[in-house]
């Protein structure tokens, strides 16, 4: 399906992080020690994932077309052991954060100084193992780890206020002993300097509460076809090619 709403929810938090100076890489050796591990927990916006990998050069773009066909490494949920650049096999929601603390704590063992980002989705934070991680991190002074939640307002089922309402996020965050903060998670400089903050914090974890839309640049079609949650279902044809002018490509 893809996931395409989202996955646009996503777009400028990934490109500040592959782009934007923020992470270091090398697209050639992708198990390269020194390098900053991404973790999509929320795997099912791999289709954004998928993107910011190939436009870095970890495979090549052309292949983006080949998005969950049989024998395709591009699975509807990223996949470490098939691809490059995927740090961690996600799509079970709530797991990302504790895969990251688990990559946090070996950089400090192994004395090499990565650092960690992980992105999780708003309703994922109904999951319990995300909080006893966030417990976990703060005991560890794990200020090597950044997450990043990607605040859309909705999950698979309806708004996160109906599901179940956390609001408000950045409080709760920071109650657990984050350096915790809120962003317009589209507005690129504001996605920039919060990674940068958190990059200058010590002796904890920083959380980002970024605000965003689903399915973001492609608002009016969604409307049109009377979903604009659009979750878990790949857009019609001609919808999609509407869609594909409307954001630029």
């Not at 920083?206 to 689903?214: L, Q, V």
């Amino acid at each position: 399906s893809g996931h395409p709403s989202s996955s646009l929810s996503a777009v400028e938090v990934l490109t500040a992080l592959y782009f934007g100076g923020v992470m270091k890489y090398d697209a050639k050796r992708p198990d390269w020690p020194q390098r900053d591990r991404f973790i999509m927990s929320k795997g099912h916006a791999a289709p954004m994932l998928y993107a910011a990998l190939a436009e870095a050069g970890f495979f090549p773009t052309s292949q983006l077309v080949t998005l969950r066909k049989l024998s395709s490494p591009l699975e509807g949920h990223p996949n470490m052991r098939r691809l490059p650049g995927v740090e961690a096999s996600t799509g079970s929601l709530g797991q990302g954060l504790s895969i990251g603390i688990g990559h946090a704590l070996a950089a400090r063992l192994d004395k090499l100084e990565f650092r960690v980002y992980v992105m999780l989705g708003d309703g994922e934070n109904d999951e319990g193992q995300v909080w006893e991680a966030a417990m976990s991190a703060v005991k560890f002074k794990l200020d090597n780890l950044v997450a990043v939640v990607d605040h859309n307002k909705y999950q698979q089922t309806g708004p996160t206020a109906e599901v179940l309402d956390l609001s408000p996020l950045v409080q709760k965050w920071a109650a657990f002993g984050w350096n915790a903060r809120e962003i317009d998670g589209h507005n690129l400089s504001e996605v920039l300097d919060a990674l940068e903050q958190a990059r200058q914090t010590k002796g904890r974890p920083s959380a980002i509460i970024a605000h965003t839309e689903k399915g973001h640049g492609i608002k009016p079609i969604l409307a049109e076809l009377k979903d604009t949650n659009f979750h878990g279902k790949p857009l019609p044809k001609e919808a999609a090619q509407r869609a594909l002018a409307l954001i630029g490509e």
